[in-house]
């Protein structure tokens, strides 16, 4: 199973390097890392998922990465409910012939074409993971040229996730 943990951290420069290396140092991979501002002015919202199955070093990643300075919260959501999504730019050789049925593969997925060139489209596709892999193996006969994914983001459902420390 992966470790999904959800970290709010200061806006300051040096914070992720700072993480990263924290992982580095304790031997710990890093499957995905996804950071961006938050609801709260300098305050960022981490979405980091690990490969670590182990229960025992899972609960390490999170007590070390709490203990950090610039770090104010951090949430194990490995097992709580979440919507978890990805994005995807699949660049395809698409000719005239071939851009019709590509519309019709990305129309399939939900995705959106967000370039039109005289001999590629770009796809942009938003989901789960498996979801991101299958508009990916469906594409691929067409000839893809480029991939760009990001990082998972995850949210828990319901309630706003209470503060460590707050009731």
């Known amino acids: 199973m992966k470790q999904t943990l959800i970290a709010l951290v200061e806006d300051k420069p040096g914070v992720l390097n700072r993480i990263a290396s924290l992982f580095r140092r304790r031997n710990f991979n890093i499957e995905s ?37 610039n770090v ?12 978890v999504r990805e994005t995807a730019l699949i660049k395809i050789k698409a000719d005239g012939a071939m851009r019709g049925q590509v519309m ?28 991101i892999e299958s508009c990916i193996g469906v ?6 040229l480029e991939i760009m994914r990001t990082g998972k983001i995850a949210m828990t459902r319901g309630t706003v996730m209470p503060r460590n420390g707050s009731a």
């Open 33 to 69: 890392l996804t950071v961006g501002h938050s609801e709260t002015p300098g305050v960022s919202r981490m979405t980091i998922v690990t490969d670590e199955e182990e229960l025992l070093r899972r609960n390490v990643i999170r007590s070390n990465l709490y203990k950090m300075v």
């Open 72 to 83: 104010i919260d951090v949430h194990d959501v490995t097992e709580t409910p979440c919507v």
């Open 104 to 131: 019709d593969v990305a129309e399939m997925y939900r995705a959106r074409i967000v370039d039109v060139a005289t001999e590629t489209l770009i796809v942009e596709v938003t989901g789960e993971s498996e979801k």
């Open 139 to 144: 594409l691929e006969p067409f000839g893809i």
